[in-house]
């Protein structure tokens, strides 16, 4: 076989793998998350599949430390469609504590749902809107004011 039959052939060859590895790398890093409307509104099948859900969390917070033990729930936002009457999501995560992680803030947990109901989640996503302050009515824009120095 000629030599430069042999380099396009591998050129080729290198540049499908490459195309391949985009195209995943692409999905999974757009994977969709539900609201926990959403979530509930699947089919069984659905909801026992890896999903993303988002949702406030709620109390009680149970962390176990020596076993790296999170259990937590999740509802639905205040104001959405369908608010309480939606069933909150009652989810186990093995991992490290997030930060920030107390009542009313918002989560997105990635995971699958047990066929006992509660949602074993791999991952959890702290969405903390408390850094970000809405500007005050008046003023053009959001303003950062240094600290100011220590007296010494």
Known sequence: MPRRLRLAL???????????????????????????ARFRALPASGQHAFAQV??????????????????????APPGSSGGSAIQPLR???????????????????????????TFDARQVLVKCP?????TPPGQSGAQWNPPAPAAH
């Not at 969390?57 to 509802?75: M, Q, R, S, Y």
């Not at 991992?95 to 009542?103: C, H, L, S, Y």
């Not at 408390?130 to 809405?134: F, I, K, Q, R, V």
């Open 10 to 36: 591998a050129a080729g060859g290198i540049g499908v793998a490459v195309v391949l590895l985009m195209v995943t790398a692409i999905r999974a890093a757009s994977n969709y998350y539900y609201t926990l």
């Open 54 to 75: 988002n949702g406030n969390l709620a109390g009680p917070i149970h962390w176990d430390p020596v076993g790296e033990k999170l259990t937590f729930t999740v509802v």
């Open 91 to 117: 989810v186990t995560y093995h991992g490290v504590e997030p930060n920030a992680f107390k009542a009313g803030i918002t989560v997105v947990v990635a995971g699958t749902l047990t066929p006992g109901g």
């Open 130 to 134: 408390s850094n970000y302050s809405a």
